[in-house]
């Protein structure tokens, strides 16, 4: 499978956007890939909005997300409280607050795939690319009661301690999500193996995301 890398700016740290429509999205949908990349680059400049949380989950996301961005300097950690379950009610503050991230310039954004069936989902990967004109943007996939995983393109090998660290994190920091039944170790484990057989990961574990534009120079 051919490797290749990111051309990021000489002369400047990485930035790097992590959209997420709900509390738990981003250590779902690219924990792993977080992990990876904080590695490769560990001097990135890193922006984590998510959009939708009460008071008790923004407790749990910034904790999470502390947790994942450890010795990342300044993390710029946003919550918003948009109303989840109703984002395309939302779409027009959203949108409105998406152009205000488009000042960050970011290199890369990561966020939910355009054509989730999850409609908080749905709506953060339209708004992406109506807004993010000029930037990588990756979708990540999360699975969900709704259905909808797909043939993702784009795949990031995770070693067998990020897999462990993904999991981790989820299961200690997320615990008003506990009794809800998908959401167990074996279920993110799954997914991790399925795409690593996809892509022939060395540990068997990957993290997938779905790409409509990619230029090769």
Known sequence: MLDLRFNLPGGRAPRFLFIGA????????CGGTVVELLR??????????VLSSGAERAAEAREAAALMLEGVKNPNVVVKDFRGAYFPSEAPAIKDYFEELKALQPDVV????????????????ELAWNTFRN??????????YDGGL?????????SADTVR???EVL???????????WFTPSTFEALM?????????????????????????
């Open 22 to 29: 709900h509390c738990d999205d981003i250590e779902i949908g």
């Open 150 to 158: 797909g043939s993702p393109s784009v795949f990031v090998p995770l």
């Open 171 to 181: 299961m200690q920091v997320f615990r008003t999500q506990h009794s809800k039944q």
């Open 193 to 217: 193996r399925l795409r690593g057989i996809e892509c022939n990961a060395p540990s068997g574990y990957a993290e997938a995301f779905y790409s409509r534009k990619l230029m090769l120079t």
């Open 165 to 167: 660290r993904k999991v």
């Open 40 to 49: 490769r680059y560990p001097g990135a400049e890193v922006h984590w909005v």
């Open 110 to 125: 990561f966020c939910h795939a355009r054509e989730e069936l999850h409609q908080d989902h749905r709506v953060v990967g």
């Open 135 to 144: 930037h990588v943007i990756l979708e990540y996939e999360i699975p969900k």
